[in-house]
């Protein structure tokens, strides 16, 4: 398929998808966000790909937020579909993704681009990155799952002030919050990203899966309902055998993802 926003490539089994607006400062419009769920969902079902790294282009922004001009229009009941599509379609699904994925967060992580990046399993910024939910000075809150993930991670008293006081703050103190994962330079952001996911494309495909899908149950209802049945489940699997016997023998294991 070809894609008019995203730009994609597969190297040594990582996809890497590019939100390519540069001039909009990569502004997620619907054309976008359907877009994103195609290549998401594509991806899973592609044997060639084990993980994904997420980035914009340019050096400017990682994604600046939703395109308002699609907003403007919108009433009470067009913007519940909107918001609940997004969730559905797009967020929710990196979120699930069975594969790891990783956002490079190279400039402005603003709205809905912050959202997209928390809908990832890790965040590495830019030093040059500034992160925010600028949300309520349109009148408005995050709609894409911003108020729940960045809870999730941060904690009630920063998810407040991030986001009632509207304001942006550095990729040095979104790591020290926890909002991501690493500060490199600009000209590291990539390598770093792949260095981490070379280690965990070591890792039992099967288990990485299952490893997402409790972690992503934590602080739920099912959490740990989810973590035994995941943790049964692996042993249905040949990667467990493989890599217990590989344990026992002292040897590195070679996994099938079976």
Do not use: W
Request: with cysteine; hydrophobic share 45%; glycine share 8%.
């Amino acid at each position: 398929m070809e894609y008019a926003n995203l730009i994609l490539e597969i190297k040594n089994r990582v996809l890497y998808i590019t939100i390519n607006r540069e001039h909009k400062l990569n502004a997620l419009n619907k054309a976008t966000l359907a877009e994103l769920h195609t290549a998401f969902t594509n991806a899973y079902h592609d044997n060639r790909v084990s993980a994904i790294i997420l980035t914009g282009a340019g050096q400017k922004s990682f994604v600046a937020g939703a395109d308002i001009s699609e907003l403007v229009t919108l009433d009470a009941e067009q913007a519940t579909d909107l918001s609940r599509e997004g969730h559905t379609k797009v967020f929710d699904v990196i979120e699930q993704s069975p594969k790891p994925v990783i956002a490079a967060i190279n400039g402005f992580a603003l709205g809905g681009g912050l959202e997209l990046a928390l809908a990832c399993h890790i965040r590495i910024a830019s030093q040059t990155a500034k992160l925010g939910f600028p949300e309520v000075s349109l009148g408005i809150i995050p709609g894409y799952g911003g108020t729940q993930r960045l809870t999730q991670l941060v904690g009630k008293g920063r998810s407040f002030e991030m986001i009632l006081s509207a304001g942006m703050i550095s990729a040095q103190e979104a790591l020290t919050i926890g909002l991501v994962n690493y500060v490199v330079s600009p000209e590291q952001l990539i390598a770093t990203c792949e260095e981490l996911l070379s280690k965990i494309m070591l890792q039992a495909p099967l288990a990485v899966a299952a490893a997402i899908r409790a972690i992503n149950a934590s602080g739920s209802e099912t959490g740990f309902q989810t973590e035994i049945a995941e943790f049964g489940n692996c042993f249905d699997t040949d990667d467990v055998k493989e890599g217990i016997h590989a344990f026992l023998e002292k040897r590195p294991a070679k996994f099938s993802g079976k």
